[in-house]
């Protein structure tokens, strides 16, 4: 039996926010994902006039050829000043500081700590992939006890380096931020939670509410040197356990 | 004269700032400006401005690379140690073609040093500590009247040629009290098409320094710099001669040296002996060929600075001969001492 047009529905399309160019990442990435449901949050509220993001030094450096909003460089690890920069000039647009592990937790760890505590009207999305993508796989402030990588050959010794930084957790020893919440993308269920956060943390932002973390447990199967399908049972399995899912705070 | 008031340096470059349109000012505190950030705390919110102590100097230039990229008039300072830490931030605002004011006043180094005026990040002023092609336009006052209407100027070429300007003061400059007129502002309205205020009826801007692919070359970006660079050399060179017609000794001297030069040259006329002060007020662009025409006609050339040597370099690609050269300088927070200048001078002539 033919089927007619007219039995179709229209039920999935590209976001519109969503630059329709070819993927610079990795098979596998997170990135993708977040980006594209970053670009549907962005249609969803209808922001797309009025959205500043800034992009981190890191994998995720090209966030603005991929997203159809002002967009907006920052040197590494200072992502947090200049959003904090653009949001006091542009007080009614929605700014997104999109930063990684080495970016928000080593080298910026003083400006996303005080971001957080003057309680800056911005969305922060912090992508924990838990090692250095773009400059081949060194040890991250976020890299997991024993973990393999390039400057940790023999595996992370929490003797000599330190333990991995929870990075929900730091941020919620202080007052002013108002939404907080590790989410993962290595399935469906929970690629759509991370998009509730993030919808949770553009809205507070354009409810004038305050800071708003969102952490992305996401998958670095180039840098892992595992497949994309082992890299995400590696999150849930070996990441997930120390960095406990869920809301930290919600007012 | 009843037009005029009293403030200290660091204070006129706080309310210049303000007539010359500035509302957003971050900073992180360092004697011996910290009259500026005090200033600005309170006057700002006075005119509807921003006042943000930032977590770091790293922070506070980020935050002016942030505001500027909104389109917004915005500046930073701080002192010697401070400004070693902006250079990352510096390099990429002039990467990224952004404008913005810096003050430093300069305080005495390396490392710590101490909390005195000097001149002795000249280099780091006019050769930049930050990677990359890049120059930062350097103005060098040597009053509270200039400070103030250089604060205004600043404001201008940097809107003008979108990149970063620099005031050069010394904490001597910044610390002294001296009446002055409040300058006016320019009136000039430049436009910002590049700014990044959310791309409602137009195709995203975008605001960066990285140029990674072939079709976007960073060598025809840096080119387009150094074009920028080339009409500011060609037409904002700024310096003042005094004496210098008749002049056989000419001493060059920038800032809180020129001031000490200045009373040095007044003794030496009265004893006959014909010198003169030549006085960068940009050190970059450097007014290498006025220097160059003023030192053919002079015995010797005399630089004076508060440092062991960092202008003189300039000073000898102007003059290009050696033999002329002469240096005197202090450092560590001493000043110049103008019976020392006045020596050197006499001694030419003997």
Known sequence: MEAKTADFKYVYDRPKSLVDVPTHYCPGCGHGIVHKILAEVIDELGIRDDTIIVAPVGCSVLLYNYIDVDGCEAAHGRAPAVATGLKRVHKDKVVISYQGDGDLLAIGTGEAIHVANRGENITTIFMNNAIYGMTGGQMAPTTMENQITKTTPYGRDTSDVGFPIRGCELVNTLESPVFIERCAVYDVKHVLKTKRAIKKG?????????????????????????????????????????????????? | MSDQILMKGNEAVGEAAIIAGCRYYFAYPITPQNEIPAYMAKRLPEVGGTFLQAESELAAINMVFGASAAGARAMTSSSSPGISLKQEGISYIAGAELPCVIVDMMRGGPGLGNIAGSQADYFQATRGGGNGDYRVLVIAPASVQELADMTVKAFDLADQYSIPVMILGDGFLGQMSEPFTLPKPSGKNFKKPWALTGAKGRKPNIIASMRLTPEDLLEKHNLKLQKTYQEIEANEVMYESYLLDDAEYVIVAYGTSARISRSAITELRKEGIKAGLFRPLTLWPYPYKELKAVSERAKKVLTVEMSLGQMVEDVRLAVQDDAKIDFYGRTGGMLPVSEEIIRKVRSYGG
Do not use: H
């Open chain 1, 202 to 251: 553009l809205q507070n932002q354009i409810e004038g509410k305050g800071y708003s973390f969102i952490e992305v447990l996401s998958m670095c199967p180039t840098n892992w040197g595992i497949s994309p399908v082992k890299s995400a049972e590696w999150v849930k399995e070996v990441m997930e356990p120390y960095y406990r899912l869920g809301n930290f705070r919600d007012l």
